[in-house]
T-cell receptor, first 113, second 110 residues
Framework: DTAVSQTPKYLVTQMGNDKSIKCEQN?????MYWYKQDSKKFLKIMFS???????INETVPNRFSPKSPDKAHLNLHINSLELGDSAVYFC????????????FGNGTRLTVT | GQQLNQSPQSMFIQEGEDVSMNCTSS?????WLWYKQDPGEGPVLLIA?????ELTSNGRLTAQFGITRKDSFLNISASIPSDVGIYFC??????????FGQGTRLTINP
């Protein structure tokens, strides 16, 4: 059973398009996150949600809009994609206030051409 | 934003050698964590450190939380081929926000 699953694994699209990445966790965690890993492998938090409520919103362009329909799902929608958005996006989840329980998905590699 | 300085950036070693990598910060962290990332996968937690001075082992891995709470190291003893990957340190700033180091890419020659 996959603990944190995200789809698709690969996403290739053209500049200006809108795309979504879906994430689901079956660990019963209350907090979910989106991280971005750039070409140099640097990992940076983008958003976190706790029980469907936005907790962390780093300085991410408002073209990125996370949506959490329930505490087991956190989707990421990106409007007007730009070349610089190319990266690997990781969904993760954890128990509330227990960051050591953080569990990552296997990533979505987004390539914008 | 805040970053952790992780070194070395890459290591090329022979199988059986010991490995050491470290992370430093200008800020204090409450918790230090070490992760490993294999190609095509997400980072996986190796060791979590909660108290200054704490020394924790997980099999061949040993990590320490620095006394000043601004640094941590990870040692791997008697490396084997499956140790290949990218190792990340991470510090917990509170509010469930982790700051990651730049990673150490470990390559092992058989």
């Amino acid at each position: 059973d996959t603990a944190v699953s995200q789809t698709p694994k690969y996403l290739v699209t053209q500049m200006g398009n809108d795309k979504s990445i879906k994430c689901e966790q079956n660990l019963g965690h209350d907090t979910m996150y989106w991280y971005k890993q750039d070409s140099k492998k640097f990992l940076k938090i983008m958003f976190s949600y706790n029980n469907k409520e936005l907790i962390i919103n780093e300085t991410v362009p408002n073209r990125f809009s996370p949506k959490s329909p329930d505490k087991a799902h956190l989707n990421l929608h990106i409007n007007s994609l730009e070349l610089g958005d190319s990266a690997v996006y990781f969904c993760a989840s954890s128990e509330t206030r227990k960051v050591f329980t953080l569990h990552f998905g296997n990533g979505t590699r987004l390539t914008v051409t | 934003g805040q970053q952790l300085n992780q070194s070395p950036q890459s290591m090329f070693i022979q199988e059986g050698e010991d490995v050491s990598m470290n992370c430093t910060s200008s800020s204090i962290f409450n918790t230090w964590l070490w992760y490993k990332q294999d190609p095509g996968e997400g980072p996986v937690l190796l060791i979590a450190l909660y108290k200054a001075g704490e020394l924790t082992s997980n099999g061949r891995l040993t990590a320490q939380f620095g006394i000043t709470r601004k640094d941590s190291f990870l040692n791997i003893s008697a490396s084997i081929p499956s140790d290949v990957g990218i190792y990340f340190c991470a510090g917990d700033q509170g509010a469930q926000k982790l700051v990651f180091g730049q990673g150490t890419r470990l390559t092992i020659n058989p």
